[in-house]
């Protein structure tokens, strides 16, 4: 059976334990005089029996899956001859992934050696044993569960705070889930960055002007050696962001300030939604926007001024990317002004400030570490945007502060290193991760930096 | 209709509450168009109102309330809960605008200058009226930025040295300034409660208003906190004309020179504060300072 069916069932046989566990202490109150007289409710004793029944078998059936074909496929490489099994770890995947491909079908079993045939034959068959082996242990383990659960249960029995500490438990284990998950992708970009860095040194990644990552990929073709300088992507990204960021905070934050503290409620109930579907409409729809419409008029009215602009600018990326992320800066600034206590606004007013000192004077600095917050939002999403960039702002990595000329950002750049034909450990494709790496780092800074800013500056109410 | 019925069921309401109390034997309600009783007016009124109506929406929360605030003197405001104090109280600095839905018919004057009129300034008349709420709401500020607010904000202060000054007589008047100046650079809302209470009425004073209006100050607060602003409140009554809105009737014979006593919108008895506690002169008054509804 299959390990989704099998969870299917796991889950199945878990409810039916829910009602044996529940009607079980029903039966048993019941001569009592009544459910009063068990330690937890009925369905606390439900509850116990399920996790009894589920809980260890699901558990196994993780692990099972975890180890299942790291051991077949070691069982089977191991009954192969030497010779076939080469040394280098290349042959041993290639030839694993041939037996395997073979065993399923995939592969004609035609013209291949009878050495491989027998493996895979054996491999087919420890996969069948594995299924129903798992299978047959799995029923008995819910069986057993079952039973040990049902069995457990008595009205002195405590079933509540047994199932309070499973509870917490599992959500501990969710909560470590996403925290492997966010250590496995670090650790994974790591590691393929250091790769990266033995052929390309890092201080010439991290310090290097020029960035050209075209590769040879054979050893007689004509083509540029790759030069691997990060700086005129980050000074890129930095000047997209940067222009995105003069168009949305203000704009962001005066919407914000204007519905919260001035707009009329039937005003606020029709503005606030409608700032906010500007976060809705997808990147791609922006990013023709600004490649179609907004590039061109900036180029024509660069011209009339007697400006060189070109047709893809960075203030054309960066402008529309502003207006995309105005709801995200409105929105959160919104809620935290709404926030601030009406106390505050009265006790300011009555000291004689206008509606308008009051603001300045008291409500933004109380809202400060939410509206930071929305900020910083805004700026990973500005640094993270790809679509409108590589539209509107082009694919040359041109190192420059003038918004008005074209340049490229490090999402950019990682787009445009994993699409098409590429040799998986060339330094081309590893640059991804370097990029990626450093952006990260960048990101993380960034939020530190703005944690400590919050920090200082915060003006704490209550 | 329904308005009398709530009146009518009112006190029996307390009297089923609490059983020390005596049920009483006739409705306790103001009759239409009675006058308040007492020495309502004044003759060197700082602030005069007249005929003052306040409503929210459809709903009348003051009933046609006459009074004058004589200079530099405390004046208490007592009655029941919902009786219109506190609105009442927030008219005199026109802080029942930030109020959505709120109307004031009436004329309220200060020094003779209508405080309703369109022309007349509402961020002046607030500096000239300050106010001190029900809780302590020091900003999210240092003290010394707490207390400089006002003056910053009104250009009070040519030179750091004088606002140094204001902020350090305030904060003396307030009687706060030897328990705060190691520290006047440290969060406003660090302090005590009664700490913050007394930071407030600092704030409010460096601005030197005219008037205070005081919205329960103590009501958030414990006895001893309690008894250090009272003692407050007798000292600035030698400077400022306080008007103070108080659930405690202890404190408003404690602290205050006349009382007045509200009942469902309508100001019943003015009085000199000992009169009203010996011997009061309407019938509702003396129900509610006996203790027999509240």
């Not at chain 1, 009602?19 to 007289?37: D, E, F, Q, T």
């Not at chain 1, 009894?52 to 059936?61: G, H, K, Q, Y």
């Not at chain 1, 001859?81 to 592969?107: M, P, V």
């Not at chain 1, 004609?108 to 087919?124: F, K, V």
Request: with cysteine.
């Amino acid at each position: 059976m299959q390990a989704t069916n099998i969870l299917i069932l796991i889950l199945a046989l878990g409810i039916f334990a829910f009602y044996i566990g529940r009607g079980r202490s029903l039966a048993m109150a019941k001569p009592l005089g009544g459910i009063r007289n068990l330690h937890s409710l009925p369905s606390y004793y439900g509850a116990y029996t399920a996790l009894w029944c589920a809980l260890p078998s699901t558990i196994l059936l993780c692990l099972w899956m975890i180890f299942d074909e790291p051991l077949i496929n070691s069982l089977v490489m191991g009954s192969i001859s030497d010779q076939l099994a080469d040394d280098s770890l290349a042959t041993y995947n290639l030839q694993l992934n041939k037996i395997s491909n073979i065993a399923e079908g995939i592969l004609s079993s035609r013209g291949q050696s009878p050495e491989l045939l027998i493996a895979a034959d054996y491999m087919s068959r420890l996969q069948t044993m594995s299924q129903w082996s798992l299978t047959a242990l799995m029923l008995c383990l819910t069986m057993a569960g079952l039973f040990l659960g049902s069995s457990k249960i008595d009205p002195a029995f405590r079933a509540r705070p047994v199932v309070e500490k499973v509870m917490q438990n599992l959500l501990l284990a969710c909560a470590c889930l996403a925290i492997f998950t966010t250590l496995g992708i670090v650790l994974s970009v790591l590691f393929e960055s250091l790769q990266f860095f033995r052929s390309v040194p890092a201080h010439e990644f991290i310090f290097g002007l020029e960035w050209s990552p075209q590769t040879a990929i054979r050893e007689d073709q004509v083509g540029s050696s790759g030069s691997f300088g990060a700086v005129p992507l980050f000074v890129g990204t930095l000047l997209v962001s940067a222009v995105a960021m003069v168009v949305a905070v203000p704009i962001g934050l005066m919407s914000a300030i204007y519905l919260a503290e001035y707009a009329s409620k039937s005003v606020r109930a029709v503005a606030k939604p409608t700032l906010e579907v500007l976060a809705g409409i997808p990147t791609v729809v922006y990013g023709f926007f600004a490649a179609l419409t907004v590039a061109p008029f900036i180029r024509d009215l660069g011209t009339s001024f007697g400006l060189s602009v070109s047709s893809e600018s960075a203030l054309a990326a960066g402008g529309v990317m502003g207006i995309m992320i105005i709801p995200f800066i409105s929105s959160l600034a919104d809620d935290v002004i709404t926030a601030v206590p009406q106390s505050m606004r009265d006790g300011s007013l009555a000291m004689g400030a206008t509606h308008s000192e009051t603001v300045r004077r008291v409500i933004i600095p109380a809202a400060l570490p939410g509206i930071v917050g929305g900020i910083m939002l805004a700026v990973s999403r500005a640094i993270g945007e790809t679509m409108i960039v590589v539209m509107a702002a082009g694919m040359a990595a041109k190192l420059t502060a003038n918004p008005l000329e074209s340049v490229t950002t490090v999402t950019v750049q990682i787009v445009t290193l994993l699409t098409g034909d590429q040799e998986f450990d060339s330094p081309k494709t590893l640059a991804a991760f370097a990029l990626g790496l450093m952006l990260f780092t960048v990101t993380l800074l960034l939020n530190i930096f703005a944690l400590h800013i919050v920090k200082k500056y915060r003006e704490q109410y209550e | 209709m329904t308005k009398a019925a709530t009146v009518a069921k009112k006190p029996k309401k307390a009297a089923g509450v609490k059983a020390k109390k005596v049920a009483v034997d006739q409705p306790l309600q103001v009759d239409e168009g009675e006058a308040t009783v007492g020495q309502s007016f004044t003759d060197k009124a700082k602030m005069t109102m007249r005929n003052i109506n306040v409503f929210y929406g459809d709903k009348q929360a003051i009933h046609d309330v006459s009074i004058d605030i004589a200079q530099n003197e405390v004046i208490a405001m007592i009655g029941p809960s919902g009786c219109g104090k506190s609105t009442f109280l927030r008219t005199l600095n026109r802080m029942n605008d930030t109020v959505e839905g709120c109307r004031v018919e009436g004329e309220i004057c200060m020094d003779g200058e209508n405080l309703y009129s369109p022309s007349l300034d509402v961020v002046e008349l607030r500096a000239r009226v300050g106010m001190v709420f029900q809780k302590p709401n020091p900003f999210p500020k240092s003290i010394y930025e707490n207390v400089a607010y006002g003056p910053k904000i009104h250009g009070l202060a040519d030179t750091r040295v004088d606002l140094d000054e204001i902020v350090e007589n305030s904060l003396k008047k307030a009687s706060l300034w030897e328990e705060v100046k190691e520290r006047l650079h440290q969060p406003g809302t660090g302090l005590s409660g009664g700490q913050q209470q007394r930071l407030c009425i600092a704030r409010a004073i460096a601005v030197s208003p005219e008037v205070i209006l005081m919205d329960e100050p103590c009501s958030a607060l414990d006895p001893i906190a309690t008894a250090k602003i009272e003692e407050l409140i007798e000292e600035l009554s030698q400077n400022f004309t306080i008007a103070i809105v108080t659930h405690s009737m202890q404190q408003a014979a404690r602290v205050s020179n006349r009382t007045a006593y509200f009942h469902l919108g309508k100001l019943v008895e003015v009085n000199p504060t000992e009169k009203v506690f010996t011997m009061p002169e309407h019938k509702l008054t003396e129900a509610y300072i006996t203790g027999r509804f509240g």
